[in-house]
Antibody, heavy 114, light 107 residues
Framework: QVQLKESGPGLVQPSETLSLTCTVSGFSLTSYSVSWVRQPSGKGPEWMGRMWYDGDTAYNSALKSRLSISRDTSKNQVFLKMNSLQTDDTGTYYC????????WGQGASVTVSS | DIQMTQSPASLSASLGETVTIECRASEDIYSNLAWYQQKPGNSPQLLIYDANSLADGVPSRFSGSGSGTQYSLKINSLQSEDVASYFCQQYNNYPYTFGAGTKLELK
């Protein structure tokens, strides 16, 4: 059964760094790519970036200067780090299985506030 | 970036009715389009990929069509469990982009 699960802090201070982990099961990170997608409350989703199955990465140019995606295949985990957080980074953060997003995690709610 | 314009923003329909949601891309996306359903408090779920291919486990009353810059999602015989928000998404070019969504309610 394909599963993805996001974990990380729910509250982040402005200007601080967000660190999230996506733990996957039921498929291999060396066979499938994983994307990070975020969604502000009441709005459409925004694609943030992707970890390719071969270890390459792709980023949304709007976030590229602040965003880093990495992985640990031995632990079946993909990581997201984004720095310089502001209040408009508040929302739900999802990891999804690619190439089409046929499986999503439950989402991690992130609030940026002091 | 490719802009995805979705219409209508909201829609009210009766049980058993047929509903159509439109999505227009700002340039040709060569059918690299997906549709997702999102119920309140839940993650989006894939309905359609490659513009017209039904995802596993999705009821056959859902269908997708279109090409070039114009795409649509049709729901035949609307059921109560179809009340949700629907999003289109292009995956032809980086950055992948989503429509703003259509909120479907029962009349």
């Amino acid at each position: 059964q394909v599963q993805l699960k996001e974990s990380g802090p729910g509250l982040v201070q402005p200007s601080e760094t967000l660190s999230l982990t996506c733990t996957v099961s039921g498929f291999s990170l060396t066979s499938y790519s994983v994307s990070w997608v975020r969604q502000p409350s009441g709005k459409g989703p925004e694609w943030m970036g992707r970890m390719w199955y071969d270890g390459d990465t792709a980023y949304n140019s709007a976030l590229k200067s602040r965003l880093s995606i990495s992985r640990d295949t031995s632990k079946n985990q993909v990581f997201l780090k984004m720095n310089s957080l502001q209040t408009d980074d508040t929302g739900t953060y999802y990891c999804t299985r690619d190439p089409v997003m046929d499986a999503w995690g439950q989402g991690a709610s992130v609030t940026v506030s002091s | 970036d490719i802009q995805m314009t979705q219409s209508p923003a909201s829609l009210s329909a009766s049980l058993g009715e047929t509903v159509t949601i439109e999505c227009r891309a700002s340039e040709d996306i060569y059918s690299n389009l997906a549709w997702y359903q999102q119920k309140p408090g839940n993650s989006p779920q894939l309905l359609i990929y490659d513009a017209n291919s039904l995802a596993d486990g999705v009821p056959s009353r859902f269908s997708g069509s279109g090409s070039g810059t114009q795409y649509s999602l049709k729901i035949n015989s609307l059921q109560s469990e179809d009340v949700a928000s629907y999003f289109c998404q292009q995956y032809n070019n980086y950055p992948y982009t989503f429509g703003a969504g259509t909120k479907l309610e029962l009349k």
